[in-house]
């Protein structure tokens, strides 16, 4: 069965720096084309995308571009953060969208993904 697992969140001082890591497992390395994406969730705050793929690279949120750097190595997901804020304190999330290959184009809301992990705790204090 398909697993989604996220790791490497930490508590970091104010411009700080993390590497996020997911991991798909139950799935063979072949199909491995499937659009992934990040998410997170701050204490009051919406459900946000933060960074994905498309057809000709990542792509990224306004508020993650420069500073973070989204990569892919088959069912390994890895996020750069460098410059972290601490209004980025949240619970980040993996999610991967079997149904939908990135050539395909990728979407940014979580009503697209039918995987999520269970989150990886990003603590920036100020």
């Known amino acids: 069965q398909v697993q989604v697992d996220e790791s490497g969140g930490d508590s970091v001082e104010t411009g700080g720096s993390l590497r996020l890591t997911c991991v798909v497992s139950g799935i063979e390395d072949l199909y491995a084309g499937f659009c992934m994406a990040w998410f997170r969730k701050g204490p009051a705050k919406k459900r946000e995308w933060i960074a994905g793929?498309?057809?000709?690279g990542e792509s990224y949120a306004d508020s993650a571009k420069g500073r973070f750097t989204n990569s892919r190595d088959k069912l390994t997901m890895y996020l750069q953060m460098n410059s972290l804020q601490p209004e980025e304190t949240a619970m980040y999330y993996c999610a991967a969208d079997l149904g939908r290959p990135i050539w395909h184009g990728c979407q940014d809301h979580e009503s697209a993904f039918d995987y999520w992990g269970q989150g990886t705790q990003v603590t920036v204090s100020s």
């Open positions: 793929f498309q057809p000709n």
